[in-house]
Nanobody
Framework: QLQASGGGLVQAGGSLRLSCAAS????????MGWFRQAPGKEREFVGA????????SYADSVKGRFAISRDSAKNTVYLQMNSLKPEDTAVYYC??????????????????WGQGTQVTVSS
């Protein structure tokens, strides 16, 4: 089971760090992704990180502002969000898949999903 946490209300330009904690299953052998879904919009890719944490991939909209990391000892993945903008407002989800591929940005590629956490950025 995956559980995202750390969301909240923040002013534009601020920062938040989201966590995705795993329980009941060890996700240390899974590549992890972060997605977000704003009201009335489709779920979209934010970024992903490999099993070992050595490779990351980001959507152009967050590149340079967001950073993904993982702590295998804690079975936890993090999403550090800086320079937040109102358009970053969404429910953020973490997800896991076994193989790293060119389709890491595709929602349907991830079999395991956590419950989301709300991020609201005020202008």
């Amino acid at each position: 089971q995956l559980q995202a946490s750390g969301g909240g209300l923040v002013q534009a330009g601020g920062s938040l760090r989201l966590s995705c904690a795993a329980s009941g299953r060890t996700y240390t052998r899974y590549n992890m992704g972060w997605f977000r879904q704003a009201p009335g919009k489709e779920r979209e890719f934010v970024g992903a990180i490999t099993v070992g944490g050595g490779t990351t991939s980001y959507a152009d909209s967050v590149k340079g502002r967001f950073a993904i990391s993982r702590d295998s000892a804690k079975n936890t993945v993090y999403l550090q969000m800086n320079s937040l903008k109102p358009e970053d407002t969404a429910v953020y989800y973490c997800a896991a898949k076994s193989l790293w591929s060119a389709t890491m940005d595709q929602v349907q590629e991830y079999p395991f999903w956590g419950q989301g956490t709300q991020v609201t950025v005020s202008s």
